[in-house]
T-cell receptor, first 112, second 117 residues
Framework: GDSVTQMEGPVTLSEEAFLTINCTYT??????LFWYVQYPGEGLQLLLK?????DKGSNKGFEATYRKETTSFHLEKGSVQVSDSAVYFC???????????FGIGTKLQVIP | EADIYQTPRYLVIGTGKKITLECSQT?????MYWYQQDPGMELHLIHY???????EKGDLSSESTVSRIRTEHFPLTLESARPSHTSQYLC????????????????FGQGTRLTVV
């Protein structure tokens, strides 16, 4: 079945540092890939997405590229802020009756 | 803007009580989900529905039950709450699309924080 492997946290960075959160997946066919963000006490919000190979999703300075050859979708940001402190989930989905599959989540803490 | 709502946001209740967590969406999505989120943050799928009158258990065994009588409504019920049920519960929905390669993101409610004392 489908699966998503995500690096474990927590990740602690200083403000303005470079961020990478690794995500790899296992799935048949051509799933869509997503990064969600969860702020304290809230539900998950879509951060960015990519629907086919070599697509780059981007939002709020975050980027991730759909790499089919390495089955990866790593999240990056060039300069993190304290307000980026949250939990980040990598996910994949396909159409039909398939369920959305999530990674375990990576907690990011950015210190001033 | 996502239109999926959960009530209540917070609930503190005594052991043995029956509770129902409400989840409603106005997007006409066929697929709906309930997740239990532990303090370690991981999401555990406990219930899934792919349409009216269709429900199935998720990956994590749960004593809760669900119903799907209307497309927009997917309530979760605990017949007798216990302290071990204390957790955050998240509801989500996504669209049924075809073909399988189609984009189908999930939309989440704000969550219900349940505490059983």
């Amino acid at each position: 079945g489908d699966s998503v492997t995500q690096m474990e946290g927590p990740v602690t960075l200083s403000e303005e540092a470079f961020l990478t959160i690794n995500c790899t997946y296992t799935a048949t066919g051509y799933p869509s890939l997503f990064w969600y963000v969860q702020y304290p006490g809230e539900g998950l919000q879509l951060l960015l997405k990519a629907t086919k190979a070599d697509d780059k999703g981007s939002n709020k300075g975050f980027e991730a590229t759909y790499r089919k050859e390495t089955t990866s979708f790593h999240l990056e940001k060039g300069s993190v802020q304290v307000s980026d402190s949250a939990v980040y989930f990598c996910a994949l989905s396909r159409g039909g009756y398939q369920k959305v599959t999530f990674g375990i989540g990576t907690k990011l803490q950015v210190i001033p | 803007e996502a239109d999926i709502y959960q009530t209540p946001r917070y609930l503190v209740i005594g052991t043995g009580k029956k509770i129902t967590l409400e989840c409603s969406q106005t997007m006409g999505h066929d697929k709906m989900y309930w997740y239990q989120q532990d303090p370690g943050m991981e999401l555990h799928l406990i219930h899934y529905s792919y349409g009216v009158n269709s429900t199935e258990k998720g990956d994590l065994s749960s004593e809760s039950t669900v119903s799907r009588i209307r497309t927009e409504h997917f309530p979760l019920t605990l017949e007798s709450a216990r302290p071990s049920h204390t957790s955050q519960y998240l509801c989500a929905s996504s669209e049924y699309v075809f073909p399988l390669e189609s984009n189908t993101e999930a939309f989440f409610g704000q969550g219900t924080r349940l505490t059983v004392v």
